[in-house]
Antibody, heavy 123, light 107 residues
């Protein structure tokens, strides 16, 4: 079955760029019917959707983060990635990648999640 | 953005109890409402999608109802493995938003 796994540095300095990758296994990121999302969870803000990408490269971002976020996809590696620039302490969180079921495949939902990776912003 | 609220924020219950959690959206979202369960140290897992559809593999003691702005998640008979935090999430529009969660612990 499809599995997702996040990877990337666990510690990022303030003002620098947070970079994470999600590797999809057990299925193709190019299969139809799914977006691929990033979601974060912090004690202060709960669960927050960051944005999503389709295999074609089409993206949607949360307006609250849009100016700092880029999500990209590498279909040859079956991966998608998150970059968050100019990070501050408030960006410290558990970051999850998730499969985002499109409406053509049924009511939209995050139906598969990665295990998550903790990112701490600190000097 | 659509704001999601949940009540209660926490509850204590016993094995075998019937548990009901409420979620409210700040505007109508039809039945585009999902419920997730999160256990300590784990990622959320989907339980219910489209307000009332049980995700494959989820026990039938879980059920969901509602439409518009008001929704409920019911656990008909609480089991030890159900002690967790439950989140609602709207999939009506972007950005996707989640409720603050309801923690269910042991009485």
């Amino acid at each position: 079955q499809v599995q997702l796994r996040e990877s990337g540095p666990g510690l990022v300095k303030p003002s620098q760029t947070l970079s994470l990758t999600c590797t999809v296994s057990g299925g193709s990121i190019s299969s139809g019917g799914y977006y691929w999302s990033w979601i974060r969870q912090s004690a202060g803000k709960g669960l927050e959707w960051i944005g999503r990408i389709y295999a074609s490269g089409s993206t949607n971002y949360n307006p609250s983060l849009k100016s700092r976020v880029t999500i990209s996809v590498d279909t040859s590696k079956n991966q998608f990635s998150l970059k968050l620039t100019s990070v501050i302490a408030a960006d410290t969180a558990m970051y999850y990648c998730a499969r985002d079921r499109m409406i053509v495949a049924g009511p939209p939902a995050f139906d598969i999640w990665g295990q998550g990776t903790v990112v701490t912003v600190s000097s | 953005d659509i704001q999601m609220t949940q009540s209660p924020s926490s509850l204590s219950a016993s094995i075998g109890d019937r548990v009901t959690i409420t979620c409210r959206a700040s505007q109508g979202i039809s039945t585009y409402l999902n419920w997730y369960q999160q256990k300590t140290g784990k990622a959320p897992e989907i339980l219910i999608y489209g307000a009332s559809n049980l995700e494959s593999g989820v026990p039938s003691r879980f059920s969901g109802s509602g439409s518009g702005t008001d929704f409920t998640l019911t656990i008909s008979s609480l089991r030890p493995e159900d002690f967790a935090t439950y989140y609602c999430q709207q999939s009506y529009t972007l950005p996707r938003t989640f409720g603050p969660g309801t923690k269910v612990d042991i009485k």
